[in-house]
Structures are given as structure tokens and as C-alpha cells.
């Protein structure tokens, strides 16, 4: 709430007062681009519907374009901070070793593997055991 009433502030500091913002997810990830186009104007008659339109398809256009670098870079971010553990359970994936053989190499339960399993996929955004081990091999961290 403060960061939003702290861009606002900002925006009226400008000399912007009125406009059109998006805000789109960035697959994979938990990032959203943001996209505003605004105008000294305080009335809105400036936005028609040809104006949203326009607007919406330059949004969108510059969301395809930066999304692959965006999703690149929090893939990358989230990659160096892997611990050790961490590097130990994506080994043993790539190896085809189950939670059960894993839990068994690094002294814990296969339901704590699971568990970490699952939080790596969702930190790089991939859906299972195969997207993972092939994106962390990509990215030579395997």
C-alpha cells in the first residue's frame, strides 16, 4: 500500500494526472512488467476507446518482447542462490535416483526431498522433475 501511494506521489510530482496502467505476470516467475501511459491532463476525456486499444497492443507487444529476458534474468537470480542441499537434490534428479534414493545419499526423509523438490520447480518456474533437470543442466548448474 505505501509503495503504490509512494508512485502516485511520484507520478502527481511529474505532472502526471491521469493515464492507463497494466500490470502483467511474467510466466514462470513472480514478476510482473508494468506498463503506464499517461498524461499531464487531470480530465480523461483524452482516453477513448481507440486509445485503450492502442495502448493495450503496445503493452502487450512490449510484454512479448521483454518477457523471455525478464523470465531469463529471475531464472538466473534464483539459480545463484542455490544451497548446497539444493545442488545435491537437482544431482541426483539428473541421475534418475528417486526421493526415496536421494532422501537415503543426504540423510534425510523422502518426504523432505519432495518437499524441496517442489520449491526448486517453482522458484524456476518449471512443472516437473524433467523441465528442472533440463534447465538446470542448461544453465550449468548440474
Same mark, same amino acid.
Given at each position: 500500500?505505501?509503495?503504490?501511494?509512494?508512485?502516485?506521489?511520484?507520478?502527481?510530482?511529474?505532472?502526471?494526472?491521469?493515464?492507463?496502467?497494466?500490470?502483467?505476470?511474467?510466466?514462470? %516467475?513472480?514478476?510482473?512488467?508494468?506498463?503506464?501511459?499517461?498524461?499531464? $491532463?487531470?480530465?480523461?476525456?483524452?482516453?477513448?476507446?481507440? %486509445?485503450?486499444?492502442?495502448?493495450?497492443?503496445?503493452?502487450?507487444?512490449?510484454?512479448?518482447?521483454?518477457?523471455?529476458?525478464? %523470465?531469463?534474468?529471475?531464472?538466473?537470480?534464483?539459480?545463484?542462490?542455490? %544451497?548446497?542441499?539444493?545442488?545435491?537434490?537437482?544431482?541426483?534428479?539428473?541421475?534418475?535416483?528417486?526421493?526415496?534414493?536421494?532422501?537415503? $545419499?543426504?540423510?534425510?526423509?523422502?518426504?523432505?526431498?519432495?518437499?524441496?523438490?517442489?520449491?526448486?520447480?517453482?522458484?524456476?518456474?518449471?512443472?516437473?522433475?524433467?523441465?528442472?533437470?533440463?534447465?538446470?543442466?542448461?544453465?550449468?548448474?548440474?
Amino acid at each position: 500500500h505505501q509503495a503504490f501511494n509512494s508512485f502516485l506521489g511520484a507520478m502527481r510530482d511529474d505532472g502526471m494526472c491521469s493515464g492507463l496502467m497494466f500490470a502483467m505476470p511474467i510466466p514462470g %516467475t513472480r514478476l510482473s512488467a508494468f506498463m503506464s501511459f499517461t498524461a499531464p $491532463r487531470r480530465s480523461r476525456d483524452w482516453i477513448t476507446a481507440a %486509445t485503450v486499444e492502442q495502448s493495450l497492443s503496445i503493452a502487450m507487444s512490449v510484454h512479448a518482447f521483454a518477457s523471455p529476458q525478464l %523470465t531469463a534474468a529471475s531464472r538466473n537470480c534464483a539459480a545463484n542462490s542455490l %544451497t548446497s542441499f539444493e545442488r545435491e537434490l537437482l544431482t541426483g534428479i539428473a541421475e534418475g535416483a528417486s526421493d526415496k534414493e536421494i532422501g537415503r $545419499r543426504l540423510d534425510t526423509s523422502a518426504h523432505n526431498v519432495d518437499y524441496h523438490l517442489r520449491k526448486l520447480r517453482k522458484r524456476f518456474g518449471v512443472a516437473n522433475r524433467i523441465e528442472l533437470t533440463y534447465l538446470t543442466s542448461k544453465l550449468e548448474l548440474i
